[in-house]
T-cell receptor, first 110, second 118 residues
Framework: QKEVEQNSGPLSVPEGAIASLNCTYSDRVSQSFFWYRQYSGKSPELIMSIYSNGDKEDGRFTAQLNKASQYVSLLIRDSQPSDSATYLCAVRGDFNKFYFGSGTKLNVKP | DTGVSQDPRHKITKRGQNVTFRCDPISEHNRLYWYRQTLGQGPEFLTYFQNEAQLEKSRLLSDRFSAERPKGSFSTLEIQRTEQGDSAMYLC????????????????FGEGSWLTVV
């Protein structure tokens, strides 16, 4: 069983600030990592995937991966109130089975 | 693609009753997954199908739970003799095999089926 750990939050940031979300995982052989956003009462939706060490940018989102430290992060620049949601970190295992953390709740204050 | 669809979206049932959820995956996705999510937790893997074959079941899936995918298309998840602890959102997801599509590296969730056992 792959363990994925996240701080449950809530993380509160003012509108326009950078939100930083962190995740650690237990299985050193894990190769693929994902960030999902989940609004209250809705299903998770994929934001980003990252497979290589370093940074990957997509619009206001940047995913960072450090396999040596078993650490994944998500930065949201210019945070908007619409970014308020729970962010789930996931690790992919065999046959596309995904293992999720418990999520970090983000509140962006106008 | 019309996306993964689940039915019903909401179900309230009395303890001890049986419930069944249906999932229609994205067409031509041969992999189908069921997850369960309770409040404040991330989705937990329940079971996985490759075409019509159920290849893995989590230990979370007690004997009261059964899942089928008879023709390798839609899937059903049945819970018998429901208990209050079964109250959760049941998520279905699908994906192509990785070797069949570049997008095979991820899974696509349906909107979920909420179960409340009273």
């Amino acid at each position: 069983q792959k363990e994925v750990e996240q701080n449950s939050g809530p993380l509160s940031v003012p509108e326009g600030a950078i939100a930083s979300l962190n995740c650690t995982y237990s299985d050193r052989v894990s190769q693929s990592f994902f960030w999902y956003r989940q609004y209250s009462g809705k299903s998770p939706e994929l934001i980003m995937s990252i497979y290589s060490n370093g940074d990957k940018e997509d619009g206001r989102f940047t995913a960072q991966l450090n396999k040596a430290s078993q650490y994944v992060s998500l930065l949201i620049r210019d945070s908007q109130p619409s970014d308020s949601a729970t962010y789930l970190c996931a690790v992919r295992g065999d046959f596309n089975k995904f293992y999720f953390g418990s999520g970090t709740k983000l509140n962006v204050k106008p | 693609d019309t996306g993964v669809s689940q039915d019903p979206r909401h179900k309230i049932t009395k303890r001890g009753q049986n419930v069944t959820f249906r999932c229609d995956p994205i067409s031509e996705h041969n992999r189908l997954y069921w997850y369960r999510q309770t409040l404040g937790q991330g989705p937990e893997f329940l079971t996985y199908f490759q075409n019509e074959a159920q290849l893995e079941k989590s230990r979370l899936l007690s004997d009261r739970f059964s899942a089928e995918r008879p023709k390798g298309s839609f899937s059903t998840l049945e819970i018998q003799r429901t208990e209050q602890g079964d109250s959760a959102m049941y998520l279905c997801a699908s994906s192509p095999s990785r070797d069949r599509a570049p997008s095979g590296n991820t899974i696509y969730f349906g909107e979920g089926s909420w179960l409340t056992v009273v």
